[in-house]
């Protein structure tokens, strides 16, 4: 272990994991699914996607506790048409449910060539990216769509100034025959609400601009999401006035609004709607098995020649190479693999207070260690 010099204490991987799984047995998940969840969150922090990682850990347990999302559910079939096929989540763990609901369509996948999955009422599925990675080792190309029910509904539209959208991430991933999956995961949003938490619990600073007042006015403050929390609260209040602003201004407002849309009317999810108190994730999958297309052999050459081509571009100042979909996570991992998570004084005492109010003294310790942050 060792303290940089933001405060950030970096801990290993695996004693994460460990930890982690610990805190959810002990919240009442069996032992699969506390190191199923374990797994993915610890993976988004490995991928440098903390806004989907650990820093969760203690709204999880406080959802467990309310009822918002249920331990050792699976997935019911609602409709089943061949390849398409509509499933409700019983408000099971995203990390469950999620993976249920890809598998299943990547079994349809395979017998007809392309699957179409529609996902209503499940928990936070986490980080999108992992649903696409998923897939990909499987063979498949995938997009998938994702919205809230409502609890998630932080984004203004463009031209305006309230909230009516959630952050609505899409992710798309396609199988390479010999590397790491070429995978987009980006919400819609300039930022993911996640990111919104990390800045407020002392990591990553916000974009200027990124957030925007009722009154129009421009700001990065985090505060003006969550109001007067300090960032160690597992609750859902986000008192504060503001919104955060769609990516690429109308482009990105209404890429979120056709999320909503696809994710959300077409599952029976819903949409965003105010007041509603839970978070519920909805998600349309769409699998492609490359072989069905009859252009197998042809597809992997157009793709390296085309990688080759992107990156022959020339440089802009600044940057050293051109990164494709996928490649800052798979550098990312190799660093945080090596040399441990980073996680903030903030975090690391929300992850402590959860750990201490289960009776786990040990697993407080974790972050906590010989009584530092």
Same mark, same amino acid.
């Given at each position: 272990?060792?303290?940089?010099?933001?405060?950030?204490? *970096?801990?290993?991987?695996?004693?994460?994991?460990?930890?982690?799984?610990?805190?959810?047995?002990?919240?009442?998940?069996?032992?699969?699914?506390?190191?199923?969840?374990?797994?993915?969150?610890?993976?988004?922090?490995?991928?440098?996607?903390?806004?989907?990682?650990?820093?969760?850990?203690?709204?999880?347990?406080?959802?467990?506790?309310?009822?918002?999302?249920?331990?050792?559910?699976?997935?019911?079939?609602?409709?089943?048409?061949?390849?398409?096929?509509?499933?409700?989540? =019983?408000?099971?763990?995203?990390?469950?449910?999620?993976?249920?609901?890809? /598998?299943?369509?990547?079994? !349809?996948?395979?017998?007809?060539?392309?699957?179409?999955?529609?996902?209503? %009422?499940?928990?936070?599925?986490?980080?999108?990216?992992?649903? *696409?990675?998923?897939?990909?080792?499987?063979?498949?190309?995938?997009?998938?769509?994702?919205?809230?029910?409502?609890?998630? /509904?932080?984004?203004?539209?463009?031209?305006?100034?309230?909230?009516?959208?959630?952050? %609505?991430?899409?992710?798309?991933?396609?199988? /390479?025959?010999?590397?790491?999956?070429l995978v987009l995961d980006c919400a819609t949003s300039i930022v993911?609400?996640? #990111?919104?938490?990390?800045?407020? %619990?002392?990591?990553?600073?916000?974009?200027?601009?990124?957030?925007?007042?009722? =009154?129009?006015?421009?700001?990065?403050?985090?505060?003006?999401?969550?109001?007067?929390?300090?960032?160690?609260?597992?609750?859902?209040?986000?008192?504060?006035?503001?919104?955060?602003?769609?990516?690429?201004?109308? !482009?990105?407002?209404?890429?979120?609004?056709?999320?909503?849309?696809?994710?959300?009317?077409?599952t029976g999810g819903g949409c965003g709607k105010a007041g509603h !108190?839970?978070?519920?994730?909805?998600?349309? &999958?769409? /699998?492609?098995?490359?072989?069905?297309?009859?252009?197998?052999?042809?597809?992997?050459?157009?793709?390296?020649?085309?990688?080759?081509?992107?990156?022959?571009?020339? !440089?802009?100042?600044?940057? =050293?190479?051109?990164?494709?979909?996928?490649?800052?996570?798979?550098?990312?991992?190799?660093?945080?693999?090596? %040399?441990?998570?980073?996680?903030?004084?903030?975090?690391? &005492?929300?992850?402590?207070?959860?750990? #201490?109010?289960?009776?786990?003294?040990?697993?407080?310790?974790?972050?906590?260690?010989?009584?530092?942050?």
């Amino acid at each position: 272990m060792n303290v940089t010099q933001d405060d950030a204490l *970096a801990i290993d991987a695996g004693r994460l994991r460990e930890a982690v799984a610990a805190i959810f047995a002990a919240a009442g998940c069996d032992e699969a699914e506390s190191a199923r969840i374990a797994r993915y969150l610890v993976e988004a922090n490995l991928t440098g996607h903390d806004s989907h990682g650990i820093i969760r850990v203690p709204r999880y347990v406080h959802w467990l506790d309310t009822g918002t999302v249920r331990a050792r559910r699976s997935i019911r079939i609602v409709m089943d048409a061949g390849a398409i096929a509509l499933l409700d989540g =019983d408000h099971g763990f995203g990390q469950t449910i999620g993976e249920q609901a890809v /598998m299943l369509g990547v079994e !349809k996948a395979r017998e007809f060539g392309v699957s179409v999955v529609g996902l209503r %009422n499940s928990g936070h599925l986490g980080r999108i990216g992992d649903w *696409a990675e998923l897939a990909a080792a499987e063979g498949l190309i995938s997009i998938h769509f994702v919205n809230t029910s409502g609890l998630g /509904m932080l984004v203004a539209p463009y031209g305006g100034t309230e909230r009516r959208m959630s952050t %609505n991430p899409i992710g798309i991933g396609v199988p /390479m025959p010999d590397g790491p999956p070429l995978v987009l995961d980006c919400a819609t949003s300039i930022v993911a609400e996640g #990111k919104v938490l990390v800045a407020l %619990n002392g990591g990553k600073p916000l974009p200027e601009g990124a957030l925007i007042e009722r =009154d129009g006015t421009l700001t990065a403050d985090p505060g003006a999401i969550y109001g007067s929390l300090d960032g160690t609260q597992p609750h859902d209040q986000r008192t504060g006035s503001a919104a955060v602003r769609a990516m690429g201004e109308h !482009k990105g407002s209404g890429i979120s609004f056709m999320c909503e849309l696809l994710a959300g009317a077409l599952t029976g999810g819903g949409c965003g709607k105010a007041g509603h !108190k839970t978070l519920e994730n909805n998600m349309l &999958s769409i /699998m492609l098995a490359p072989e069905h297309f009859g252009t197998e052999t042809q597809l992997w050459p157009e793709i390296d020649r085309y990688i080759e081509f992107v990156r022959s571009a020339r !440089k802009a100042p600044g940057h =050293d190479r051109i990164r494709l979909p996928g490649e800052p996570e798979e550098e990312m991992r190799a660093e945080r693999r090596a %040399n441990g998570v980073p996680l903030p004084r903030k975090v690391r &005492s929300s992850l402590a207070l959860t750990a #201490k109010s289960l009776g786990l003294a040990e697993v407080a310790a974790v972050f906590r260690p010989e009584g530092r942050g």
